[in-house]
């Protein structure tokens, strides 16, 4: 069982930086994919970034060039990193964790997943 605890939203004009932080319990945390999901009001939720044990990344097109992921295995903690944020990134933010070397796109390939931490960027 992997719990999974979101931290670092908050609110920011657009052009500005946020923080994201994931820590998960779990004696294999380095052996997991690591997600970055989005919902924003009426829509589904979405890819954002993933990066896997041995740190191969990927991005969604919207955010490419812009967020980055990390993480740390010692501390059981992945990172999103969001720069030039707009508005269009107002949206809950949510970690998911899966036992696998593939970067999975879709919220039905991930096993756990944290609560969401709301980012909130204005114009």
């Known amino acids: 069982q992997v719990q999974l605890l979101e931290s670092g939203g908050g609110l920011v004009q657009a052009g500005g930086s946020l923080r994201l932080s994931c820590a998960a319990s779990?004696?294999?945390?380095?052996?997991?994919?690591m997600g970055w999901f989005r919902q924003a009001p009426g829509k589904e939720r979405e890819f954002v970034a993933a990066?896997?044990?041995?740190?191969?990344?990927d991005y969604a097109d919207s955010v490419k060039g812009r967020f980055t992921t990390s993480r740390d295995n010692a501390k059981n903690t992945v990172h999103l990193q969001m720069n030039s944020l707009k508005p269009e990134d107002t949206a809950v933010y949510y970690c998911?964790?899966?036992?696998?070397?593939?970067?999975?796109?879709?919220?039905?390939?991930?096993?756990?997943w944290g609560q969401g931490t709301q980012v909130t960027v204005s114009s």
């Open positions: 998911a964790a899966r036992a696998s070397v593939a970067i999975p796109r879709t919220t039905g390939g991930y096993d756990y």
């Open positions: 779990g004696r294999t945390f380095s052996s997991y994919t």
């Open positions: 990066i896997t044990w041995s740190r191969n990344t």
